[in-house]
C-alpha cells in the first residue's frame, strides 16, 4: 500500500513537471513571437530544486535562437561590441567625455560653439530624455528590420516581412509612400540629423544624430521659436514629432563606433552603420533590409528613377568598404541576417 501511493505520488510529480513545461513553452513561445515580457519564472518560482535549477541554468541575453548580444561565439565579434556603450543621450546618460568632444568638435568645424553642457540641459528642458529601449530581457525576442535606402529594395517585395518586426529602423529621407510593397509601411525609430529632416507621423520616435553643438541647440528651436533655418545647409524651422518620441543618438556611441568597429576608417561613421550598430544594442534579432548594391551593381536609392543619378556610395566622408566588410562579418558569424534584393 506505502509502495503504491510513492508510486502515485511520483507520476503525479511527474505529471505536475510535465504540465508546468508545457506552459512555460507556451507562454515562453507567445513572448518569442511577439516581441513582449508576459512571464518570468524566477518572479514566481521561489523554491529551489533540481528542476528550477535545470530550468534557469542555462540563461541565455534572449528568447529568440539566435541572440545578437551572446558572447563567446566569435573572438572578432567579442573585440568590437561593448554593452556597457548606451546608445542615447538621455537625463540619466548626459555627459559627453572629453575626448569624444574633441573628436565630435571637428566632424563638421563649427564655429563659436555653445557650451555642450549647457546645450544638453536645454535641450532636456523641451524633450523628455528618458529611455526605455535598454532593457535586456532573457524571456523577450525583439526583433528588428534595419531598412536603408538601396535600390536592390526595387521589386523585392520585402514590405510585409520588414512590418512583422517588432521595430522597424529606418533613415533620412527614405519614403514610404508608394512603395510599401517592397520597403513596407511601418516605422518605429527613424534616424535623421536636422539636414535630412522629415516630418513623421505621431507614433514614430525620432532618432536625432547630432554632428555638432548646434544640432542640439536645432531640435529646441524646431519645437519651440523656429529661429534656426541655417546650419551648413537649410534646415526646417519647425518639425512635425511628437515631443515625448524624440531620442538623441549618443556622441560617445558614435565614437565608440568609429574606435572599435571602423577603427578610424572615414572621417565618420555613416547613418546607415550608425543605424546597425544602434540595433545591436537594442534588439535580439537584427534583420538588414535595402543594404548594399542592386542587382546591375548600381548604388542608388529606391525612389530614385535613374540609378546612375543617385551614386552614393563614394563620398569622401565614408568607407562604404570597410562599412560593407563589417556588414559582411556580422552577417558570417550570424549575429545579423542580410536581405540583398531579389
Not at 85 to 114: A, R
Not at 330 to 339: C, G, P, R
Amino acid at each position: 500500500m506505502v509502495a503504491l501511493k510513492h508510486r502515485n505520488l511520483k507520476l503525479f510529480t511527474i505529471a505536475l513537471a510535465l504540465f508546468a513545461i508545457t506552459i512555460m513553452s507556451f507562454l515562453l513561445n507567445y513572448t518569442q513571437n511577439s516581441g513582449l515580457v508576459l512571464w518570468n519564472p524566477e518572479k514566481y518560482f521561489r523554491f529551489s530544486g533540481p528542476f528550477i535549477r535545470f530550468i534557469t541554468s542555462v540563461r541565455r541575453p534572449c528568447s529568440c535562437e539566435t541572440c545578437v548580444s551572446e558572447t563567446e561565439i566569435s573572438q572578432w565579434f567579442d573585440e568590437r561590441f561593448n554593452y556597457t556603450f548606451s546608445p542615447l543621450l538621455t537625463k540619466q546618460n548626459n555627459v559627453v567625455s572629453e575626448n569624444t568632444y574633441t573628436w565630435w568638435m571637428k566632424l563638421q568645424g563649427e564655429k563659436k560653439p555653445m557650451d555642450i553642457n549647457q546645450a544638453i540641459e536645454e535641450m532636456f528642458k523641451v524633450i523628455p530624455g528618458d529611455n526605455n529601449l535598454l532593457n535586456p530581457n532573457p524571456y523577450r525576442c525583439r526583433t528588428c528590420a534595419v531598412v536603408g535606402n538601396s535600390g536592390n529594395l526595387k521589386g523585392s517585395d520585402y514590405g510585409p516581412d520588414i512590418d512583422s518586426h517588432n521595430f522597424v529602423l529606418r533613415m533620412n529621407h527614405a519614403p514610404t509612400a508608394r512603395f510599401e510593397k517592397d520597403v513596407g509601411n511601418k516605422t518605429t525609430h527613424h534616424f535623421v540629423y536636422p539636414e535630412s529632416m522629415r516630418d513623421l507621423r505621431d507614433n514614430v520616435s525620432m532618432v536625432l544624430i547630432p554632428f555638432k553643438t548646434l544640432d542640439l541647440q536645432w531640435i529646441v528651436s524646431a519645437l519651440t521659436t523656429g529661429t534656426i533655418n541655417f546650419t551648413y545647409a537649410p534646415v526646417p524651422r519647425k518639425i512635425k514629432v511628437t515631443k515625448d518620441q524624440i531620442l538623441v543618438y549618443h556622441p560617445d556611441f558614435m565614437k565608440y563606433i568609429y574606435d572599435k568597429w571602423l577603427f578610424h576608417h572615414g572621417r565618420y561613421p555613416s547613418t546607415g552603420i550608425l543605424s546597425v550598430i544602434f540595433a545591436l544594442h537594442v534588439c535580439d534579432q537584427v534583420d538588414l533590409y535595402g543594404f548594399g548594391a542592386d542587382s546591375k551593381g548600381n548604388w542608388h536609392h529606391y525612389w530614385e528613377n535613374n540609378p546612375s543619378a543617385g551614386a552614393f556610395r563614394q563620398t569622401g566622408v565614408h568607407d562604404g568598404d570597410f562599412e560593407a566588410e563589417i556588414i559582411g562579418n556580422l552577417t558570417s558569424i550570424n549575429k545579423i541576417k542580410v536581405y540583398g534584393g531579389r
